[in-house]
């Protein structure tokens, strides 16, 4: 099982970043995909939350109306686009599967699968 997230970088205060998560080695349709963040010294918080199909989307209150969550599951992938950046999202993002579709843990033990994380940094 692998997850595999990508498109992490540094951008300005107000700039984009789409982030993409590539899963091998399990059903990926049938898991809720998350995006869950941990900025240095902080614990980890969860971001968004897609279900199987893609039909039902959750985000914290901290990015509602500024990351919008999808995947492409004949794809095997999940997405996160984030706009309007701020450097309060400045975290590494992980990636985390879990046959809870309405699952919005912050915790790695609560997820089935984790990633490794991708570093977003945001400069003011």
């Known amino acids: 099982v692998q997850l595999l997230e990508s498109g992490g970088g540094l951008v300005q205060s107000g700039g984009s970043l789409r982030l993409s998560c590539a899963a091998s080695?399990?059903?990926?349709?049938?898991?809720?995909m998350s995006w869950v963040r941990q900025a240095p010294g902080k614990g980890p918080e969860w971001v968004s939350t897609i279900n199987w199909i893609g039909g039902r989307t959750y985000y914290a209150d901290s990015v509602k109306g500024r990351f919008t969550i999808s995947r492409d599951n004949a794809k095997n992938t999940l997405y996160l686009q984030m706009n309007s950046l701020k450097p309060e999202d400045t975290a590494l993002y992980y990636c985390a599967s879990s046959l809870v579709g309405w699952a919005t843990y912050a915790n790695r033990e609560d997820y089935d699968y984790w990633g490794q994380g991708t570093q977003v940094t945001v400069s003011s």
């Open positions: 080695g399990f059903t990926f349709s049938s898991y809720a």
